[in-house]
């Protein structure tokens, strides 16, 4: 017979239910040890272990938090000259200068600043990022812009496509005057 063993959802410690799944393990401790996982039910039989077989049903949990994240306040880049990037950005993105503060600028607008100091540029540690646009015509007009300004893009001639093999999402990749690579997208390629 298989009957549990034991029952325990314990989402009360800040923990939510994301996904489930069936698997084995030595002690149901090997799961809750490393706080990733949650057992909810066991049963005898699983083989190969030597000390508390059993099935296991675990669950994938994430952390609750108190708070959604919204719409990105700013984030820092390194770059070489801090006013010629502003520059760049005001141009290539029509962000507008925000605020100076020692050794850099802060561009932006509504969505999002980017604060630029003074530093080593380090784009391969950056991956890239990437902007929401309304729909197919805002990313086509991007690109004309784009390239009127001069603008390293990425895939010439075949700029616009998706993010990656079989996404919906479609957009064009460009980097900055310190390597940086950004995206402009449109979710869904509407």
């Known amino acids: 017979m298989h009957s549990p063993s034991f029952a325990l959802i314990n989402t009360a410690a800040g923990f939510e239910v994301n996904t489930s799944k069936r ?28 000390s508390w077989r059993g099935s296991i049903t675990a669950v994938t949990l994430r952390m609750k938090v108190p708070f959604t994240v919204g719409v990105v306040g700013h984030f820092g880049l390194a770059v070489r000259k801090p006013k010629k990037s502003a520059r760049w950005f005001e141009r290539a993105l029509g962000l507008q200068t ?16 980017i604060a630029l100091h003074k530093g080593k540029p380090s784009p391969k540690t950056f991956g890239h990022m990437s902007f929401h646009l309304p729909n197919m015509a805002a990313l086509r007009e991007a690109l004309v812009h784009l390239k009127e300004q001069k603008v390293e893009i990425e895939d010439p001639g075949d700029e616009i496509g998706p993010e990656a093999e079989g996404s919906k999402n479609v957009g064009i990749w460009f980097r900055d005057l310190d390597g940086y690579r950004w995206e402009l997208n449109v979710p869904g390629g509407r």
Request: charged share 30%.
């Open 23 to 50: 698997v084995c393990a030595r002690r149901a401790d090997d799961f809750l040890e490393r706080r990733s996982v949650n057992v909810v039910s066991a049963s005898q039989g699983c083989r190969g272990w030597r």
């Open 98 to 113: 925000q605020f100076e503060f020692e050794d850099g600028i802060a561009v932006g607008n509504k969505n999002v600043t």
